[in-house]
Nanobody
Framework: VQLQASGGGLVQAGSSLGLSCAAS????????MGWFRQAPGKGREFVAG????????IYGGSVKGRFTISRDNAKNTVYLQMNSLKVEDTAVYYC?????????????????WGQGTLVTVSS
């Protein structure tokens, strides 16, 4: 599975931004998809995960209630809608895929990674 994340940019605190991750590879629809982020000087943090059906989602505590993950298997794409952005959301955002039906929050449980897209939130 190859992953290509897009949609990052510079926004003001309180605004919204949507990220997309396009996947190629015939196993996409059966994979769990996740979003992680890495802020400058920090480790990679779990943001959100979604099962292949889209029925089950899990969010990291710092984004719960503000971010929404979704997927469109027909388009081989997973999305991350980010609302009420805060300065501390500034990070490189990565999409990831794991060949399992169970969402995990640890980065080493994911098999494939996109290149990352930078989100900068200004005050």
């Amino acid at each position: 599975v190859q992953l290509q994340a897009s949609g990052g940019g510079l926004v003001q605190a309180g605004s919204s931004l949507g990220l997309s991750c396009a996947a190629s590879g015939r196993t996409f629809s059966s994979n769990v998809m996740g979003w992680f982020r890495q802020a400058p000087g920090k480790g990679r943090e779990f943001v959100a995960g979604i099962t292949w059906t889209g029925i089950t989602t899990i969010y990291g505590g710092s984004v719960k209630g503000r971010f929404t993950i979704s997927r469109d298997n027909a388009k081989n794409t997973v999305y991350l809608q980010m609302n009420s952005l805060k300065v501390e959301d500034t990070a490189v955002y990565y999409c990831a895929s794991r060949t399992s039906g169970v969402i995990e929050v640890r980065e080493y449980d994911y098999d494939y990674w996109g290149q990352g897209t930078l989100v900068t939130v200004s005050s």
